[in-house]
């Protein structure tokens, strides 16, 4: 049974930094992009930032390039969101998703990510 659980979710400060954790289990870590993905209620969920299991690039939305940085631990079966100077506009619940695509425009689109965690709410205030 495939298994993807976040954490490090919570209320913070504008300008203040989160770490979101992405524990998986149950697939082949290492032959899976990993992304992460954000919604607010009553919106699509938004792409935030993926990392290619081929080690490419790392691509970021304009809304966070700058602040957010992802990394994965494939000994671990973890990948991490690292947020800094968080706005309020980045709250958000944020979702990670795995994807067996390498490279190319499927990684930045939710409906090519065949599993899911749950959520991590993440609310900045003002």
């Known amino acids: 049974q495939v298994q993807l659980v976040e954490s490090g979710g919570g209320l913070v400060q504008a300008g203040g930094s989160l770490r979101l954790s992405c524990a998986v289990s149950g697939l082949t870590f290492s032959a899976y992009s990993m992304g992460w993905f954000r919604q607010v209620p009553g919106k699509e969920r938004e792409f935030v930032t993926t990392?290619?299991?081929?080690?490419?690039?790392?691509p970021y939305a304009d809304s966070v390039k700058g602040r957010f940085t992802a990394s994965r631990d494939n000994a671990k079966n973890t990948v991490y969101l690292q947020m800094n100077s968080l706005k309020p506009e980045d709250t958000a619940v944020y979702y990670c998703a795995a994807n067996p695509t390498g490279r190319g425009s499927k990684l930045l689109r939710p409906n090519f990510y065949d599993y899911w965690g749950q959520g991590t709410q993440v609310t900045v205030s003002s």
């Open positions: 990392l290619s299991w081929t080690g490419g690039g790392t």
